[in-house]
């Protein structure tokens, strides 16, 4: 809303210029700067939900968090992450990326045989994602929701951008392929290589509270690092059990209708009945 009613009114205040009845050059130039200030706001930080809705954090009162991590699968660092996770009741959502699924189709299995759920990152790290058209958005989307099906038989329907901008383009090729826009609350930073776990395990640490949607890395982009998080991730376990919070999989978390048990197949605990 707030894009277009900027948008409009820039465009206004240009026509009224052009029949000699509006402000002054400058006066033009500042709105005109002040309107690109607030739409490339939108594009970083999707929390503002300027092109549409996003879901960047929980309900309250539940106790829960969500570990979403994204750039993988891996078959090395992928599994570290599995491990730490292994024997607690914490459970993450991994947005994947359809090529790396199409490489390590044993590893998305293993996932999903863990009980955590598997979304979309896009079909290849696009750092251009955000000038992508939606036709081409939509289709990287379909892409790599069905590389996840032919392996697991899932189709995933949670979509994280790569580098996590949102654009109107974007957010139509979003809803083209009929999936829901996925953000964040908290993030380690720990896509960047030279991050130490300390530093990562201070930035969630700003923002951790009841409802955080937590961004981290189970696989550095182009599997060239380590991501910190992978180090860091044990002892932010335990401040989680410390605080008394769960890690929950995004389907387990109904937002606002935008976000319910039916976008995706509850994941499976172990040890959970299945009746």
Not at 104 to 131: M, Y
Not at 163 to 168: D, Q, S
Not at 195 to 210: C, G, H, I, N
Request: aromatic content about 8%.
């Amino acid at each position: 809303m707030a894009f277009l009613l900027s948008t409009t009114g820039v465009a206004a205040l240009w026509g009224a210029r052009l029949i000699g009845v509006g402000p002054s050059i400058f006066a033009l130039a500042l709105a005109s700067f002040a309107w690109g200030v607030l739409v490339t706001s939108g594009v970083f930080f999707p929390w503002l939900e300027m092109y549409g809705p996003v879901v960047c954090r929980g309900p309250q009162g539940g106790h829960q968090v969500a570990l979403t991590f994204d750039d993988g699968p891996h078959p090395q660092t992928t599994r570290k992450v599995l491990a730490a996770l292994a024997g607690t009741r914490h459970r993450a959502t991994f947005f994947v990326l359809g090529n790396k699924v199409r490489q390590h189709p044993e590893v998305v299995l293993a996932i999903r045989e863990a009980g955590h759920v598997l979304a979309l990152h896009g079909d290849v790290h696009d750092r251009l994602h955000s000038f992508r058209g939606p036709w081409r958005v939509r289709n990287e989307i379909l892409r790599a929701q069905a590389a996840v099906e032919a392996i697991t038989g899932f189709k995933p329907t949670l979509f994280r951008p790569p580098v996590g901008h949102t654009t109107p383009a974007t957010m139509l090729g979003a809803r083209m392929a009929g999936v829901t826009p996925i953000g964040w609350s908290a993030r380690g930073y720990d896509g960047m290589k030279g991050r130490t776990p300390e530093a990562v395990l201070r930035e969630v640490e700003r923002s951790l509270r009841d409802g955080a949607l937590i961004l981290l890395h189970d696989a550095a982009e182009r599997d060239d690092f380590e991501p910190a998080s992978i180090g860091a991730l044990p002892e932010l376990l335990r401040r989680l059990d410390a605080r008394g919070l769960t890690s929950v999989t995004l389907d387990r978390w109904p937002l606002d209708g935008e976000l319910s048990a039916r976008s995706v197949p509850p994941a499976r605990i172990p040890g959970e009945s299945r009746e």
